[in-house]
Nanobody, 124 residues
Framework: QVQLQASGGGLVQAGGSLRLSCVGSGFTLDYHAFGWFRQAPGKEREWVSC????????SYTNSVKGRFTVSRDNAKSTVYLQMNSLRTEDTAIYYCAGAPATMCLKSQRSYDYWGQGTQVTVSS
């Protein structure tokens, strides 16, 4: 059974950091690209970042560039999202997603597997 388990969310003050983890099971992580999405209260889910299958291509939405870093450790079947200099507007439920693809993908419709989400709350 394919599963993605996201964790690492929590409550942090503005300017702080969190690292989200997304552990995959039931499939071979190596042959998949991954993305991070988030959904703030009252808003639609939006793309945040992605990493390609080889881990040598990443992309970020403009609002998180320079603050967030996506990475992967295939040996641990884990994808990470390091979030620094957090802002109140980063408050959202964060989801990881996987797709049997080589490229970095930005569209939600491209992803086959989704984690359950982890809550990130940034206080002022």
């Amino acid at each position: 059974q394919v599963q993605l388990q996201a964790s690492g969310g929590g409550l942090v003050q503005a300017g702080g950091s969190l690292r989200l983890s997304c552990v995959g099971s039931g499939f071979t992580l190596d042959y998949h690209a991954f993305g991070w999405f988030r959904q703030a209260p009252g808003k639609e889910r939006e793309w945040v970042s992605c990493i390609n299958m080889n881990g040598d291509e990443t992309s970020y939405t403009n609002s998180v560039k320079g603050r967030f870093t996506v990475s992967r450790d295939n040996a641990k079947s884990t994808v990470y999202l390091q979030m620094n200099s957090l802002r109140t507007e980063d408050t959202a439920i964060y989801y990881c997603a996987g797709a049997p693809a080589t490229m970095c993908l930005k569209s939600q419709r491209s992803y086959d597997y989704w984690g359950q989400g982890t809550q990130v709350t940034v206080s002022s």
